[in-house]
C-alpha cells in the first residue's frame, strides 16, 4: 500500500483518461477519503488550466451538497486531490445497478421498498428528495456566480444517510433526513460566470448539453438548467430525455421535439412534468431562469422533512464502497474527465502505434490523402470521391515530425525574443465571437470584420479574394504557399516532390508585418473552425467503461475516427502553412533584429500550440481507424457542417432568433475559405465557383443580420 504526507492510498475506485481514483484513509484518524490522483506526464496546458481552475473553485465550496477537497499535494510524479469519501458511488451506478444492490445491500433494499418505482426510474419522492438537494447546490453556486458546466449523473455523488434528524439539521442538509445525502462533483470545467456574462466553450457531457452548446452558441448559466432538467428526466424514466449516435443527430432530435417532452405509460405529476417541461426548452430565452426555478413547487420546500422511520443500515460499512456489495464482474469504474461525453478542449497526451505500420505513430507518418471533387448533381451536397480506395492503403505519406520541430523551433525562437516589443498597430476591428481573449479573439475580430467587408484591399492574403461577390476562383493569393508543400516539410521553397509552390517565394516576405498578422489570422481562423468539428467527432469516440452499453458499435466509431482523421490532418495543413508563411517572413525581416510586435508573437504561440494539440489527437484517433474503403474525405464532412450551420442560422434569423446567427455565419464562411486554399489535390475549378457562390450567399446573409442588429 502506498502512502502520501498523512494518508494511505488503497484500492483503485475508477479510472479515466487523466486521473485515478483511489480509496485512502487519513492515518492520524482512520477516516476513508478518496484519493483523486493525476499522473504529470498527461497534462498539457488546457488540462492544468482544468485541474487547476478544479482546485481553486473546490477550496471555496464549504457546502453540505458539494463534494469537498480535503487536501492537495504535489509530488514530482503526481498531483493528489484528496477528496469527501461519498461512499455509495454516482447517481449512474445507483440507477444502473439499484436492482442487484438491492439484492446485497439492505439499505437499497429498503430504501427501494419504501420507494418502489413502476419505471426503469426512481419513485418521485425520492427524485424530488435528490433535486432538493442539487438545487440546494446549485443556489450556492449561484451565489458565488459560478456555473458548473458538466452536471450529469456521474458526476452526483451518493452519501448514506444521516444518523438522525438531528444531524441533518446539524448539517444544513436538505431534503429527507433518513435518505442518501446527494453531492455535487468534479468541478474540471466550472468557472465564475457573471449572470450577464456569455460563454463559448464547448465543453460537458452531449446527453445533458444544452443545445445553445451544442449549436456552437454562446451561453450562459442556464446551461446547467438544462442539464438539471435532462438529470431529472433520466431519474424519473430511467434513460436521458434525448439520445443519439452523435452530437448533430442530437441536436436534430432535440431541434424536432419543438419542446414536447413524452414521460411514457407512467408519467410523474403534474408538477414534476412542468418542472421538467420548464428546463427542456431548446430556445434558452423560453426556458425559465433561476428565480422562477427556485420558485417552482417542486424546489420550493427544500429544507429537512422528517418522515421518520430510518432505513435498514445493517451490513453498511463506511468503509466499502459501493461496488464492493456485488460482483466483481460487474464493477464498473467512474466516470472522470470522459472524452467521451465531455466536449471539452482537454487533449490526450496518450500516443499509439497505428495498425497500419510498424512501430510508427502518426507524428512520423500522416496520411496525405488524394482527393478530387466531382461535379455535384442538382439539388445535392458537394460529392466527393477518392482516387484510392482507402485512406490506409494509399501509398503516399506525409512526414509531419519534421513539421511539428519546425513549428516549435519558430515558436521558441520567438519566445525567446525580448519583452519590451513595440505595440502593434491599433485595429479598427471590435467584434469577437470567438476565445474570449489573446490572440484568437483578435483574428477573429478581425475575420468578422473582414467578412463585413471592413478589410483593406491590397494585401494579398488569405483565401479567395474574390470571392466576395462569387466571382474569381480565389487562386489570386499571392501570400497563400501549398498545403501539401507545407505538410511535406518544405518551407518557401520547393516542396518533396520537386514542384515549387504557386506562388514566388518572396511575396511572404515582401509583407509589412501588419499585412502577415493578417494572413496568419485568417488562416488560424479558418484552422480552428475545422479543429472545432474535429475534436466533436473526437469526443464521440473515447471509450466510456463506466457505462461501456453507451459505447458506439466499432464499425461506428472507426467511421468517426476516421472522420475525425481527415479533419485533422486538414487542421495540420492549415497550420503547417501558417507556420511556414510565418517562418519565410520572419527569415526575412530579422535579418536587421528588428523587434516584431506582441500580435506576431501571440499568433505564433497560438498556432504552435494548435499544431501539437491537434497532432495529438491525430495520433489518438488513428488507432480506432480500421482499415477498408474510405466513403468520405475532409472536404465533403467541412462542406457539409458549414452548409448546415447556416441553413439553422437561416432559420433561427427568419424566426427572429438572432442568438448565435452571427457566430453561426461566421464560422460556416471560414469552414468554406478553407476550403479554397490551394492544394494539388483540392478543388477543381468548378467546385471552387460553386463553393465561392455559397461564400457570396452566406456573406450577404451575415450584413443583412448586422444591420438589423444596429
Not at 414536447?260 to 426556458?287: H, T, W, Y
Request: aromatic content about 6%.
Amino acid at each position: 500500500m502506498s502512502s502520501i504526507k498523512s494518508y494511505t492510498i488503497g484500492n483503485e475506485l475508477g479510472r479515466g483518461s487523466f486521473a485515478t481514483v483511489y480509496k485512502g484513509e487519513h492515518v492520524a484518524s482512520g477516516s476513508p477519503v478518496a484519493i483523486k490522483s493525476v499522473l504529470r506526464a498527461k497534462l498539457n496546458r488546457k488540462l492544468l488550466e482544468n485541474l487547476g481552475s478544479e482546485i481553486s473553485i473546490l477550496k471555496q465550496m464549504k457546502h453540505p451538497h458539494v463534494v469537498e477537497l480535503l487536501d492537495f499535494q504535489e509530488t514530482p510524479t503526481h498531483f493528489h486531490l484528496v477528496m469527501e469519501y461519498c461512499s455509495l458511488g454516482d447517481l449512474s451506478f445507483f440507477l444502473k445497478k439499484k436492482k442487484e444492490l438491492s439484492e446485497t445491500l439492505p439499505l437499497v433494499a429498503s430504501l427501494l421498498r419504501r420507494y418502489p418505482s413502476n419505471t426503469r426510474g426512481l419513485h418521485e419522492e425520492l427524485v424530488r428528495h435528490f433535486v432538493h438537494q442539487l438545487s440546494a447546490a446549485l443556489e450556492f453556486l449561484r451565489q458565488k456566480n459560478l456555473v458548473h458546466r458538466d452536471i450529469k449523473p456521474q458526476n452526483l455523488l451518493l452519501c448514506p444517510p444521516s444518523l438522525s434528524e438531528m444531524d441533518a439539521q446539524n448539517a444544513n442538509l436538505y431534503g429527507r433526513w433518513e435518505l442518501p445525502i446527494l453531492k455535487i462533483a468534479d468541478f474540471g470545467f466550472a468557472r465564475i460566470l457573471p449572470a450577464s456574462a456569455l460563454a463559448e466553450t464547448l465543453c460537458g457531457s452531449p446527453l445533458y448539453m444544452a443545445p445553445e452548446i451544442l449549436r456552437y452558441e454562446k451561453y450562459n448559466a442556464k446551461a446547467d438548467l438544462w442539464s438539471v432538467g435532462a438529470v431529472t428526466y433520466e431519474m424519473v424514466v430511467g434513460k436521458p430525455p434525448f439520445k443519439a449516435n452523435n452530437y448533430v443527430e442530437l441536436l436534430k432530435t432535440i431541434e424536432q421535439s419543438n419542446d414536447v417532452i413524452g414521460f411514457g405509460r407512467e408519467p410523474p405529476s403534474e408538477d414534476m412534468q412542468d418542472f421538467v417541461r420548464c428546463l427542456l426548452k431548446k430556445n434558452p430565452a423560453d426556458r425559465i431562469g433561476f428565480k422562477e426555478y427556485f420558485e417552482h413547487p417542486i424546489i420550493a420546500n427544500k429544507q429537512v422533512i422528517g418522515s421518520g422511520e430510518e432505513l435498514d443500515r445493517s451490513q453498511l460499512d463506511p468503509r466499502m464502497y459501493i461496488s464492493e456489495y456485488i460482483q466483481e464482474a460487474d464493477l464498473p469504474k467512474l466516470d472522470l474527465d470522459r472524452e467521451m461525453d465531455s466536449f471539452s478542449q482537454k487533449r490526450s497526451t496518450q500516443k499509439s502505434s497505428p495498425k497500419n505500420s510498424t512501430n510508427k505513430t502518426l507524428s512520423s507518418t500522416v496520411k496525405n490523402p488524394l482527393l478530387e471533387l466531382t461535379s455535384p448533381s442538382p439539388g445535392s451536397s458537394l460529392l466527393l470521391t477518392r482516387k484510392n480506395e482507402s485512406l490506409f492503403l494509399e501509398s503516399e505519406y506525409v512526414v509531419v515530425e519534421k513539421r511539428q520541430v519546425e513549428v516549435n523551433t519558430l515558436a521558441d525562437e520567438l519566445a525567446r525574443e525580448p519583452d519590451e516589443r513595440r505595440p502593434s498597430s491599433e485595429r479598427r476591428f471590435s467584434l469577437t465571437y470567438g476565445a474570449p481573449t489573446g490572440a484568437m479573439a483578435r483574428a477573429l475580430s478581425m475575420a468578422s470584420a473582414r467578412l463585413l467587408g471592413e478589410k483593406k484591399n491590397g494585401a494579398g492574403h488569405g483565401s479567395g479574394n474574390g470571392s466576395r461577390n462569387g466571382s474569381g476562383n480565389g487562386s489570386g493569393n499571392g501570400a497563400r504557399l501549398s498545403a501539401g508543400a507545407a505538410l511535406s516539410g518544405t518551407s518557401s521553397g520547393t516542396s518533396t516532390t520537386g514542384k515549387s509552390p504557386p506562388v514566388p517565394a518572396t511575396t511572404t516576405p515582401s509583407l509589412s508585418e501588419r499585412e502577415i498578422v493578417e494572413t496568419l489570422e485568417e488562416i488560424a481562423a479558418k484552422a480552428r473552425s475545422i479543429a472545432l468539428l474535429a475534436d466533436v467527432k473526437y469526443s464521440q469516440i473515447q471509450d466510456d467503461v463506466d457505462n461501456p452499453d453507451m459505447n458506439l458499435p466499432d464499425s461506428v466509431s472507426s467511421s468517426i475516427a476516421e472522420e475525425a482523421m481527415l479533419l485533422y490532418v486538414k487542421t495540420l495543413s492549415l497550420l503547417s502553412l501558417a507556420m511556414d508563411q510565418a517562418g519565410a517572413w520572419w527569415s526575412n525581416n530579422h535579418k536587421d533584429n528588428k523587434m516584431v510586435s506582441s500580435h506576431f508573437n501571440e499568433i505564433i504561440q497560438w498556432t504552435r500550440s494548435a499544431f501539437n494539440e491537434s497532432l495529438e489527437r491525430a495520433e489518438t484517433v488513428k488507432k480506432k481507424v480500421s482499415s477498408g474503403t474510405t466513403h468520405t474525405t475532409a472536404e465533403k464532412l467541412i462542406f457539409d457542417r458549414a452548409l448546415e450551420m447556416s441553413r439553422d442560422a437561416a432559420v433561427q434569423e427568419i424566426s427572429g432568433d438572432f442568438t448565435g446567427c452571427e457566430s453561426a455565419y461566421t464560422t460556416s464562411i471560414w469552414m468554406l475559405e478553407a476550403l479554397l486554399e490551394d492544394d494539388e489535390d483540392g478543388l477543381g475549378e468548378e467546385d471552387r465557383r460553386i463553393v465561392e457562390r455559397f461564400i457570396s450567399s452566406i456573406t450577404k446573409r451575415l450584413v443583412i443580420l448586422r444591420g438589423q442588429q444596429e
